[in-house]
């Protein structure tokens, strides 16, 4: 008779799953702005505005001229106005700007500060 090798399962690590709660909790809590982001950002109406905006403009609409030389395609939609102070403004082709990933990590930077 054979012997079946014994099933092991190795232990998962995971980071603490109330962390990141209590994260959103209290930065929503903080700012009522940043849930109505949030939700724009998750809704699927916002996804199929983002992908016909992308289409339209598929190059980066940097005018600061971040790029060494070239220009790259679009990764990702700013609003030039942001969703906390005009949510009523997140949807408009008027107020959004298409940029790569780097230009937008940088404008993203400069409004924080």
């Known amino acids: 008779m054979a012997i079946r090798p014994a099933k092991h399962k190795l232990p998962t690590i995971k980071a603490p799953s109330h962390a990141r709660e209590v994260y959103d909790r209290q930065t929503r809590r903080m700012t009522a702005g940043l849930k109505t982001a949030a939700d724009v ?3 699927s109406f916002w ?3 983002r992908l016909t905006f992308i289409s339209r403009n598929p190059l980066c609409a940097n005018p600061h001229g971040w790029h060494d030389g ?3 395609a679009a990764q990702e ?4 106005i942001s969703i906390q102070e005009a949510p009523e403004l997140a949807y408009k082709h008027d107020n959004l700007m298409s940029l790569c990933r780097k230009c937008h990590a940088k404008f993203s930077q400069e409004e924080r500060k």
Request: net charge positive; proline share 8%; charged share 30%.
């Open 41 to 43: 950002r998750n809704s």
């Open 47 to 49: 996804k199929k505005v």
């Open 77 to 80: 939609v700013h609003h030039k």
């Open 70 to 72: 070239f220009c790259p």
